[in-house]
């Protein structure tokens, strides 16, 4: 893949963290029973990124839960005989809780599918909500996030790359043609 160019600096990532956290609180008119759960891989350290500031901005601490999508996916027969999974860690009852999903770009909507099915095996939560810090449209299905860093529209044959320090040692979003 060729570089094509830098989206959102670690100080864009930051701001728009930012906002989403004031949008949750805002959207979901305070904080009772609101807890984040982050889409592996970089999902988890979004929301542990939200989980600060809202915490920040309201001094209250949310939980937060990490959640594996691989058995759910809907093109599990390709990815091979025997995919990798890291499981699911969600230390809380999701029942009757306002879940924010978290994920990092939102392409096709097939993983926020796989990831609303994995939370509904987990309990009966009253609402669902879906937060990513890049939307890129190509959207397969009837799936929108309620909370977005930057819209980004880019062709087929571009992809996009979110780099966190937590995973990749830097922070930034870039893109590529493929």
């Known amino acids: 893949m060729e570089y094509k160019a830098t989206l959102m600096s670690g100080d864009d990532i930051d701001r728009a963290l930012r906002r989403i956290s004031h949008q949750i609180i805002e959207k979901n008119h305070g904080l009772d029973n609101v807890c ?9 350290p979004l929301a542990q990124r939200l989980q600060r500031h809202i915490k920040a901005i ?9 959640l594996d999508i691989t058995l759910y996916r809907d093109d599990l027969s390709r990815v091979g005989e025997l995919p990798e999974v890291k499981g ?33 095996k987990l309990g009966r939560p009253s609402k669902i909500q879906l937060c990513a810090l890049i939307d890129r449209g190509h959207t397969e299905l009837p799936i929108r996030p309620n909370y977005v860093g930057k819209n980004i529209p880019t062709s087929l044959d571009e992809a996009v ?13 870039y893109i590529y043609v493929k």
Request: glycine share 10%; hydrophobic share 45%; net charge negative.
């Open 161 to 173: 790359a979110v780099r966190l320090d937590e995973t990749d040692d830097k922070d930034g979003v």
């Open 36 to 44: 984040l759960i982050g889409i592996r891989t970089r999902g988890v």
């Open 58 to 66: 309201e001094g209250v601490s949310i939980p937060v839960g990490e």
């Open 88 to 120: 699911s860690s969600v230390g809380f009852s999701v029942e009757d809780k306002i879940v924010v999903l978290v994920d990092d770009v939102i392409f096709t909507s097939r993983t926020a599918r796989a990831a609303l099915e994995a939370v509904m």
